[in-house]
């Protein structure tokens, strides 16, 4: 089945405790995006990949790292989390280039830092 | 910067009823808009995709259009049913070479259909 996984789905965490949420798609997608979803706000994008080792900012990136060694997964990354992190965080990817580029969405991470 | 504004912010409709949802963004230079469906606490599914030189998209009860001139997206949905309430997302994605991965979601349409 074609799907973009996360895990986590759920995280409690401390302030400055390292974490990793892994995303992974099996639909040989070039481009992968991080999300974080708040009330209010709404989706906004805070690291995209656009290839293996080609990465950008987003909306949001402070505070947050990544990384494209492979195609199939882009893992998210927060060094020193902090209670402002506490979020819904999705994972999307999508074709590339030569297609129509429909972002398939993964379930979610909510996140928790106190 | 794109800016994407979905109106209105909250719908509560009887069952039956035919539905537009709005949906406008501030630069033209798109290469496709997407409708997305969010259910509470859960995921987004994709519903249509429309290509910047497109006009329409269909899918069963659901048809949106694009007016890229004008910056502006609708979401038709026909004779509503109370399984369709949910939050309706629009996104927008950027014609900008290597910022063709930038994506721009609107705040979305929370839509309630009561039996």
Redesign the interface.
Known sequence: EAQVTQNPRYLITVTGKKLTVTCSQNMNHEYMSWYRQDPGLGLRQIYYSMNVEVTDKGDVPEGYKVSRKEKRNFPLILESPSPNQTSLYFCASSLGDRGPNEQFFGPGTRLTVL | KQEVTQIPAALSVPEGENLVLNCSFTDSAI??L?W?RQDP??????LL?I?SSQREQTSGRLNASLDKSSGRSTLYIAASQPGDSATY?C?V?RDRG???????????TQLTVWP
């Open positions: 290469y496709n997407q997305f606490g859960k995921g987004l599914t994709s995709l290509q997302l996104a994605r290597s910022t063709l991965g930038r994506l721009y979601f609107g705040r979305g």
